[in-house]
């Protein structure tokens, strides 16, 4: 754990007024909600850890967690996580969560949800039953009803959580929150988020028959999802392109950037959302893609006026798509090949997709021969106008990416808050969510016209037509106003007998 | 053929235009009215390149005398319904051949092959002083392009008519003449997008060996194009993503939508011009660069300084599904259609169909259970602003869609140019191809159009006139 930067004289002695300068633009500041960076002791005890989902992203968590105690691990696919389990030899193995929670239930006081995300809402909501701290992978859960009611259920309760959220309150990712907030660019108009896909997309439901890996349950795996027959398009690794497991691109990498600026620029309630991806054929003509997220992907939310701030429009960008330069970069820099965009009344703001300076993603040094332009928090458009802009003096609590996980364990044997709390993340979450509910449903194709005709690009195109319809989103109501289908993928009724 | 219906309604275009548009176009001629008498005599037509849109073009033109087709795959059912549908015509596989054989016995040349064999025959039919209707792309490199149109000045007296169907149609022109009534204010920004490509596109070169169909000869289908070994991923029809053989989808398509609005925005010189292309990813999130075909989804923003009065204006591509950011103002109750053009203006915005016209009636015709909304040219944005606005009375020449083939053949037999000459076509080909120049390098390139060369990035001229294959070479006439 760093220190609590703001406590440091001189932190805001810099004299970055902030609210003055946002000129209407920028939220309130988060207030950190409790004081870092105590001289810490260790506890003689250690925080007795169980874990489910251990073969993938959580064996990352488990690794950041090693020093504690392990107790159990649940996987479902023992061939892929062997390794794991040697490097916890003391750990119980399961294959059932529910046998785990029955036999351990005594033995943690914290458990680590790393399963697929059609997973994470039964399991939170078994932890919170059984009153375990938390940490959680984002997205925190696969439907925005779900997000709903895990938040209620953790600031019900007194346990300690976290999302993997990596890089939030990093000095990179503080350091582009500041500057957000320091008004340079004015009142934010726009922001464009943009990054890769990870895993293959733009697919049709396989076809042919597959055999699961040796004593894995794949009825379980599907569990509060649709069941899909096998198949290694789905496990190991590549189910978050498939709607009913994963979420996306957007649900994937929503929560990693949202971070910074959600709150600060109040994005929690949109009044509507648009999405579209891109068409996949074959030589023998158009792949039927509606269950599978296209290769390449753009959401568009409209936030309405908030207070003083002015309606925003919020884009995201996948799978190689990038938005429009401004016309204030400079022709010989390449646009970032992920990235954010803020876009202000009097500038514009480029900073790294995860928080920082572009050209030095994580706060890392930049590589040999690349010019670092801008500022630790971001590059201000344009240069000439802000060259003697300075970085604000760092005034938010920081954890730095080694602490990440370490800042968890310390929080649960305090018995305070995380930086990165469950509850925090669920708002994070359900925007990204709707991005990933707007794609789903540009995904459903409209009916054909019914007088045959096309409206161009010949028959190839006619079929599966899709429709880019915007949809109404009523955030107090949770309730997608305009579109039926698109309404039914807020609250999504799980596969029995996963109903909670 | 429509009625010559240019009107004396007389639109102030020119004083509405507050910081201006570009002049005009001045039909060149006035089309045949409704006393118009064919005359008797029919056209001796050559074709190459049957099986694909060449049908279509050969079906536009079927009650000329088609006397010799060409075609290098006659497997194709599609070519042996040409063949059967003209029973008269020689058939070839060679166009060279045909050339020989056949050059006394025709008039006019049908060109309909793959993007990078056009140029060639385009100036093998100017050569043999042949009236021509020619597949857009005009041609498949820049330095092509200009060569074809320099070859077509030469020789006026050649009638030529490139393949953009909806271009000087009813509902094109009134998108052309609601943008020219000044309505929105000068253009900032214009936006395009097409539902194509519509064939696979983000794949690698296939390394299995397979066997052409019979009697095609694969060396001469490759012609002056890197060779290739044969590939049912190139032929039949899906060639175009491959950047050896097509132009992508912004090649192939961007004509069909820039006819409304090139001239009269000049789009010719554009400055800067820069894209992004989908990527694909392979198991265990591994990159796979296709990098020789276009991607599923393109964009590409062509940057045009001020031009004369009108203001600085970028121009923006977007295909596979990709589709601009939903204007604000829009209603709610109306989602962006599948393919389109939005121009943004000082004054508003003008949402119209991609081939021109109404955006809820593509084609002039109203989409099924779309609701009307908005004027023949568009619909003007916001739409309160614009309640009382009035579509301009018809001012510019229209030829309708259904008259799209023979207008070219009546010219050809009257000597006077069609309404949409391949030297028109080969501007709008140019500003394509530059966008293919930024989608190929994946590089903001700064284009100098006097030069016709990139000024930043020396990698990117290779692609504005590359090399034939021996032993092609282009005409020079």
């Not at chain 1, 919020?314 to 992920?338: C, H, I, N, Q």
């Not at chain 1, 010949?458 to 429709?467: C, N, Q, S, T």
């Not at chain 2, 003007?380 to 510019?396: C, I, M, S």
């Amino acid at each position: 754990m760093k220190t609590e930067e703001s406590s440091k004289p001189g932190g805001t002695a810099a004299g970055v007024s902030r609210r003055g300068m946002a000129a209407g633009a920028v939220a309130a500041m988060i207030v950190p909600r409790h004081v870092l960076g105590r001289p810490y002791q260790a506890p003689s005890d250690k925080l007795n850890i169980a874990a489910v989902g251990v073969a993938g992203m959580g064996r990352n968590y488990l690794a950041g967690c090693k020093d504690e105690n392990v107790v159990a691990l649940c996987d479902l696919d023992w061939e892929r996580s062997a390794r794991v389990f040697d490097t916890y030899p003391t750990a119980k193995r399961y294959r059932d969560f529910r046998q785990m929670f029955d036999q351990e239930e005594k033995n943690f006081d914290a458990l680590i949800i790393a399963p697929p995300d059609h997973w994470h809402y039964y399991l939170l909501m078994s932890g919170l039953k059984m009153n375990k701290h938390l940490y959680c992978a984002k997205p925190i859960t696969h439907s925005i009803a779900e997000a709903r009611k895990v938040k209620a259920g953790v600031l019900a309760s007194k346990v300690v959580t976290k999302a993997s959220i990596q890089d939030s309150r990093t000095s990179y990712a503080r350091a582009t929150t500041e500057l957000l907030l320091s008004g340079a660019i004015g009142a934010v108009r726009e922001v464009h988020l943009w990054t890769g896909t990870y895993s293959p997309s733009g697919l049709a439901r396989p076809s042919g028959v597959e055999t699961p890996p040796a004593g894995m349950d794949w009825d379980m795996w599907c569990g509060p999802a649709p069941f899909r027959p096998f198949s290694r398009i789905y496990h190991p690794e590549h189910w978050r392109p498939w709607w009913d497991f994963g979420t996306g691109t957007v649900g994937d990498f929503g929560c990693h950037t949202l971070q910074m600026y959600h709150d600060e620029l109040e994005m929690g309630a949109p009044d509507w959302v648009v999405g579209v991806g891109s068409q996949a054929f074959s030589p023998a003509g158009r792949v039927d893609n509606t269950e599978c997220m296209s290769i390449a992907n753009t959401v568009q939310w409209h936030i309405p006026a908030r207070g003083n701030k002015p309606a925003m429009m919020a884009y995201f960008y996948d799978g190689g798509l990038t938005p429009p330069r401004p016309e204030s970069m400079p022709a010989e820099v390449p646009m970032p090949g992920g990235g954010i965009m803020f876009v202000g009344a009097k500038g514009v703001q480029v900073s790294a997709f995860y928080g920082g300076n572009p050209w030095t993603p994580f706060g890392s040094q930049p590589r040999p021969g690349v010019q670092v332009r801008g500022l630790p928090g971001g590059w201000l458009l344009p240069e000439s106008q802000f060259k003697d802009f300075q970085q604000p003096a760092p005034t938010l609590a920081r954890c730095e990416k080694p602490d990440h996980y370490t800042e968890w364990v310390r929080s649960c044997k305090a018995g305070k808050k995380s930086i990165t709390p469950i509850e925090f993340a669920c708002g994070l979450t359900e925007f990204a969510l709707l991005g990933t509910l707007a794609l789903r449903r540009y995904g459903m194709p409209a009916p054909p016209p019914a007088n045959g005709t096309g409206d161009g690009g010949g028959a190839g195109a006619a079929r599966g037509r899709r429709e880019a319809k915007v949809l109404l989103w009523d955030s107090q109501a949770m309730r997608i106003t305009n579109d039926e289908a698109a309404d039914a993928l807020v609250n999504p009724p799980h596969r029995a007998p996963w109903e909670i | 053929m429509a009625s010559n219906e240019v009107s004396s309604g007389a639109i102030p275009r020119r004083t509405v235009l507050a910081a201006g548009l570009a002049p005009l176009v001045v039909p060149r001629h006035v089309l045949g009215g409704p006393g118009y008498q064919a005359p008797s005599d029919t056209l001796a037509i050559a074709a190459a390149g049957i099986g694909g849109m060449g049908r279509i073009y050969l079906d536009g033109c079927k009650a000329e005398r088609i006397v010799a087709l060409c075609d290098l795959d006659w497997t194709r059912p599609t070519t042996q319904g040409v063949f059967e549908k003209f029973p008269a015509a020689t058939r070839y596989r060679d166009f060279r051949r045909m050339f020989d054989k056949e050059e006394k016995n025709f008039d006019a040349f049908i060109m309909a092959a793959p993007d990078h064999w056009h140029a060639i025959l385009l100036m093998q039919a100017i050569q043999m002083k042949k009236h021509i209707y020619g597949a857009k792309p005009v041609a498949h490199s820049i330095g092509e392009v200009r060569k074809v149109r320099q070859a077509l000045e030469a020789n006026p007296k050649l009638i030529t008519k490139a393949s953009i169907q909806d271009s000087r149609t009813s509902y094109a022109r009134a998108t052309t003449e609601l943008l020219l009534s000044g309505a929105i204010g000068p253009v900032r920004e214009v936006h395009v997008w097409t539902a194509h490509p519509i064939y696979p596109c983000n794949v690698l070169r296939p390394t299995e060996i397979q066997t052409p169909p019979e009697g095609l000869d694969w060396d001469l289908w490759v012609g002056p194009a890197p060779f290739h070994p044969y590939h049912k991923a190139y032929h039949p029809e899906i060639w175009r993503a491959w950047w050896d053989f097509g132009t992508g989808d912004v090649g192939d398509m961007a004509c069909h939508t820039l006819h409304t609005f090139f001239e009269e925005l000049e789009l010719g010189a554009p400055k800067v011009v820069y894209g992004c292309s989908s990527t694909r990813t392979d198991v265990y999130n591994t990159p796979v660069d296709t990098a020789e075909t276009e991607g599923y989804a393109n964009t590409v923003v062509w940057e045009f300084a001020a031009r004369g009065n009108l203001p600085p204006l970028n121009l923006y591509w977007y295909d596979g599904g990709i589709k601009p950011s939903r204007p604000a103002e829009l209603d709610h109750s109306v989602a962006l259609p599948r393919e389109g053009v939005l121009f943004v203006g000082e004054k508003g915005k003008l949402l119209a169909g991609y081939y021109g016209g109404n955006p809820f009636q593509p084609f002039g015709r109203a989409a099924a259970g779309a609701q009307p909304r908005g004027l023949p040219g568009g619909l003007l944005l916001p739409e309160g602003r614009f309640k009382d606005f009035q579509q301009p009375p018809p001012a510019l020449a229209r030829v309708e869609k259904a008259d799209h083939y023979t207008e070219w053949i009546r010219c050809a037999r009257e000597g006077r140019p069609t309404c949409l000459p391949i030297e028109f076509a080969s501007r709008l080909t140019e500003l394509a191809l530059v966008g293919t120049l930024a989608l190929r390098t994946r590089k903001v390139l700064e284009w100098d159009t006097a030069a016709m060369r990139v000024t930043n990035e020396a990698s990117a001229n290779q692609f504005v006139e590359p090399a034939y294959r021996e032993p092609w070479k282009l005409p020079v006439l």
